[in-house]
């Protein structure tokens, strides 16, 4: 039986195993609307603004490793998915769009709502497509799930005009799609993988750091094991932060602009590192020409553009990071090699006098409710195990800094694009996916605005998000750059005029409560976190002058770190001047 | 660190968009193109691009991953690293009245370029070569008055044995 384009498109998408879709309907997507009200295999999620749409599909996407699927009209529908499509592809986070076009005979004419989508995707997708002919649409739904997923991840478009849903064909579902121009390299050269164990095992001050690809390869088992066989020092990205679990006394925290003392120590006085599904980029590396200026870098991604892009790499390995740690282990135990033990004690001994800085320590004698104080003791109270997504500034460090992500896939933030307003439909997404889980959303007054109308697709679909924002007044991080590179002239950064947001939350059918004592921080939080079923909107009134440490200034070196006032005394600790093993 | 020139040779799919993802990447991170020149193969499913451009190592490295990344590539070679030919088409519409008729044309004969429009007062003069015999060209025409100039850009092939073709070496991730 011959099927209409909008039914062929719900199809594959059930054929495809897609269980969610997040999207707003429009003029150009209403034949697929139809098609979506006739069947319950495919559930669509009614978000109240595009973006928010496509943060959601992103959150899914993080913490299932599934592709996160966006259904959205032409014109204003499809760019005001872009913001989300940028984060996702930044992150390399596997999405499809799905976009109504104007018909075709319409194509080029500037016909109502129409944009092209194509075109101005074109920056930020992995790959788009124009739908032209219904008899192609099934197969380009499933080469856009296969390039989606596969190799680096990302998101993709397909545009569809009008007239292509409503025309009719038969409908088969390809079941395996090869393409010529596209076939990503899996597995690591062995002679590389060997030369990489060797160089491993001959490193005096060795480091292993990770990043988000460890977690979309599903790598952590085999990184954990190779960390811990040979007793080697890691650190994560702010992408890969959940790899290794942070409690382990292996892990030296994360790195880099507001990484910890010992992680950014180590980065920059070790000889040997490996460098495995992160992409050095400038929020890690400071500057370049101060950057590790010891190592002999073997550097693992799955993207050979990546590699050898912004450091030079003794030796680079191509592949996917599980299957690459998986082959470093075996030839790691074919070598007839051992660690360099003795160095690797004195090794762990200045990492533990570094550690000894307590860099992330802060006033905790403060009668303001410190930012870090709640974080802490959220993770206390959820016992590690909640889903934390975030919005972007200095809440979003806090977070990364002081919950202890144990998992991969719990930790759910834009650390590319760095997009204010993700949190919240991140969440929703994360809630769809898991819904026995805690989700909270760690954000702060700026940006929680952003895509606050998404409390009202939670209430619709009673996702119970606890949402923390740790108010300061300001945009926390604007205001410290400020504070720190532009004497003081707060240009711009203070949120005047800020809802009551317990009053918000509550017009949106939701709880809310306001913290302003440190002495109410773990009750409240205690009691918010027992209301399995509620939306609670914590506003916790922060120190607005709190700022986040350490802190590499922007081009400056992994040993220039500005350490919180707090800690400077314990700094006259560390010898500046030392000499290396 | 030194700039070189490089001519890079690209095997496409031939399809609707890929011109402009391979133009977009290059305004979008900052490569510059001298020129670029692109048409279908033998095999009309496949399009093969010629660029021009100028970069360290590096850059040109990166230009060249970054190529390879983009889905419709299906594979892409440096011909500066090789020993290739290259050649461009030059179309130039030049004055040619009284005594300087007879002195473009032995011009163009010893450029063995050819006439291919004559008016009374205008020669069309078809020409091939590398860029620096166009340029040469164009140089000893400014005896007289060039009204109108148009080049392909260049187009380049490796000499031997390997080629761009599906089944040829330089495959595409290696």
Known sequence: MELTGADILV??????????IFGYPGGAALHIYDALYKQDDVRHILVRHEQGASHAADGYARVTGLPGVVLVTSGPGVTNTITGIATAYMDSIPMVVISGQVPSHLIGDDAFQEVDALGVSRPCVKHNYLVRDVRDLAETIKKAFYIANTGKPGPVVVDIPKDVTAAKCMYS?????????????????TGQIKKAAKLLLSAKRPVIYSGGGVTTAGGEQALQKLVRQLDYPCTNTLMGL???????????????????????????????MLAIGAR?????????????PYAKIIHVDIDPASIGKNVPVEIPIVGDAKRVLEDLLSAIDRLDMQPNYEALKAWWNQINSWRSVDSLSYDRTSDKIKPQYVLEKLYEITNGEAFVTSDVGQHQMWAAQFYQFDKPRRWVNSGGLGTMGFGLPAAMGVRLAYPESDVVCVTGEASIIMCIQELSTCKQYDLPIKIVNLNNRYMGMVRQWQEFFYDRRYSHSYMDALPNFVDLAKSFGHDGVLIDDPADVEEALRETMARKDDLVFMDFITDPTENVYPMIAAGSGHNEMHLNPHTEGSRQAVPQERELA | MEEKRHIISVLLENESGALSRVAGLFSARGYNIETLTVAPTEDETLSRMT???AGSDNVVEQITKQLNKLIEVVKVLNLADR????????????????ELRDEVKRLAEIFRGRIIDVTE???????????????????????????ELVRSGVSGIARGDSSLGLNGRSAKNS
Request: net charge negative; hydrophobic share 40%; charged share 25%.
């Open chain 1, 11 to 20: 199809r594959c998408l059930r054929d495809e195993g897609v269980k969610y």
């Open chain 1, 173 to 189: 579902y390809p079941k395996s799609v090869s393409m010529r121009s596209y076939n990503p390299t899996i597995r690591g050269h």
């Open chain 1, 242 to 272: 959940g790899c290794f679990p942070a409690n382990d006394p292996l892990f030296i925290g994360m790195l880099g602009m507001h990484g910890t003392y010992e992680a950014n120590m180590v980065m920059h006085d070790c000889d040997v």
């Open chain 1, 280 to 292: 050095f980029d400038d929020r890690i590396t400071g500057d370049l020409a101060k950057f590790a």
């Open chain 2, 51 to 53: 660029i021009v451009t």
């Open chain 2, 83 to 98: 020993n290739h030919i290259e050649r461009e088409l030059m179309l130039i519409k030049v004055k040619a009245t009284g």
């Open chain 2, 121 to 147: 007062s205008i020669y069309i003069i078809e020409l091939t070569g590398e860029g620096s015999k166009l340029d040469a060209f164009v140089e000893t025409l400014k005896v007289t008055e060039i009204l």
